[in-house]
């Protein structure tokens, strides 16, 4: 499962605090700074302020390495689920392995407010078969408390050697206290698009992942259905979640002859348009797509496509 994320790696020494201590006292005194600067020391000197009451006031004597790695991962947290901070020990251990396995367990996982959601669980994998569902939540993988764990390092922890095992601690809707579930990592195969026809001539498609090869797979469906007298077509994007966008760019484009499918635009990176790019026949029959809170990423794209397009109806909940 492929997965456009960011990592930010920041590797801190002791010598941050002294930094922010000093960062305070520099904002206050320096004139010449823009409004944001000033803005950002005096935030800076609120942090220090904070450090120095937990460091005099609090409780017991307070670890002030853990609490500013803890500050760090709140910092980037507030940014996006998929900001990383590494320790140097992390660091050196993501270079030495930035491949962190062949084997992983088949769940989308984010973060929001320290839980870490199941987002969706892919179909056949050993956390399907372990009857995880999405809105669960993962307390824990092995000892580890997801809080302390961005979504990269969640996925990083997840993988691993085929046949090893991994301890998740989940809490289910039903249940309050978390439960424990042993998996097996797995390497997870191809997960095929499903394709029928329905009673009253309409087309289905379920696409589980967007990973390579799912916009060839769908358009071969798609003949498939359509030679076997499909009138409309329902594609179904529920608990899809990952992938590759290119793959949902090139499948919005099954369906959308031309116009703009997305778009690319960063603080440092100029906008880029993803447009549609037909490489055949574009189907032009009634079109549905189904989405619901686990479909996230890259089916968003095709969903959103298909809005803006008003090309056809998107039906369910929200997305992710």
Known sequence: MNHRIRVLLLTVSAALVSYIIVGGALGRSDTSSTPSNDQTYRDLGVYSEVLSRINSQYVTEPNLQKVTDGAIRGLLEALDPYSTYFTPDEFKAYLAH???????????????YGY??????????????????????????NDTATRELSVTQLERTLAGDPGSEVTLWVVRESRGEPQKVVLNRAVLGHVPVVAKILDDHTGYLRVPVFDTGAAAEVSARLKDLTSQGATKIVLDLRNCAGGNVDEAVRTASLFIDKGLIAYTLGQRSPR?????????????LPLAVLINRSTAGPPEIVADAVLDDK??????????
Do not use: Y
């Not at 880029?272 to 032009?284: M, R, S, Y």
């Not at 090309?311 to 992710?320: A, E, L, N, P």
């Open 272 to 284: 880029q348009d993803l447009d549609a790019k037909p490489e055949g026949t574009v189907c032009g």
């Open 311 to 320: 090309r056809g109806d998107v039906v369910g909940g929200q997305s992710f």
């Open 98 to 112: 930035p491949a962190p396995g062949p084997a992983s367990v088949g769940i989308f996982l984010s973060k929001r």
């Open 116 to 141: 870490a959601p199941v987002v969706s669980v892919l179909p056949g994998s050993p956390a399907d078969k372990a009857g995880i569902k999405p809105a669960d939540l993962i307390d824990r993988i």
